[in-house]
Nanobody, 120 residues
Framework: QVQLVESGGGLVQAGGSLRLSCAAS????????MGWYRQAPGKQRELVAY???????NYADSVKGRFTISRDNAKKNVYLQMNSLEPEDTAVYFC??????????????WGQGTQVTVSS
């Protein structure tokens, strides 16, 4: 059984910083990527950033230059450093792990989500 445990969300003023952490455990031995998504009220879930097993990264345009994703492969942890936060960043943030189950078969795992609220 795969479990993703997120931490680090909270309330912060605009311009502030937060660091999200996600610890993955269980049967995930062929990780393709680890990342973060977010969902604001009334909106669809959207990609924030991901990092591959070879450390390639990808960011949503709205967070480039402000957020940094990193990972600890040995511990199967992924982090999201969020700086210069804006009220528009307010959302529930979800950790994602994409794992190769079999050749040609990929499975996504999700955390329970952590709330980030940025006040103006």
């Amino acid at each position: 059984q795969v479990q993703l445990v997120e931490s680090g969300g909270g309330l912060v003023q605009a311009g502030g910083s937060l660091r999200l952490s996600c610890a993955a455990s269980g049967s995930i031995s062929s990780i393709i990527s680890m990342g973060w998504y977010r969902q604001a009220p009334g909106k669809q879930r959207e990609l924030v950033a991901y990092i591959t097993s070879s450390a390639n990264t990808n960011y949503a345009d709205s967070v480039k230059g402000r957020f940094t994703i990193s990972r600890d492969n040995a511990k199967k942890n992924v982090y999201l450093q969020m700086n210069s936060l804006e009220p528009e960043d307010t959302a529930v943030y979800f950790c994602n792990v994409r794992n190769r189950i079999l050749p040609g078969e990929i499975r996504d795992y999700w955390g329970q989500g952590t709330q980030v609220t940025v006040s103006s």
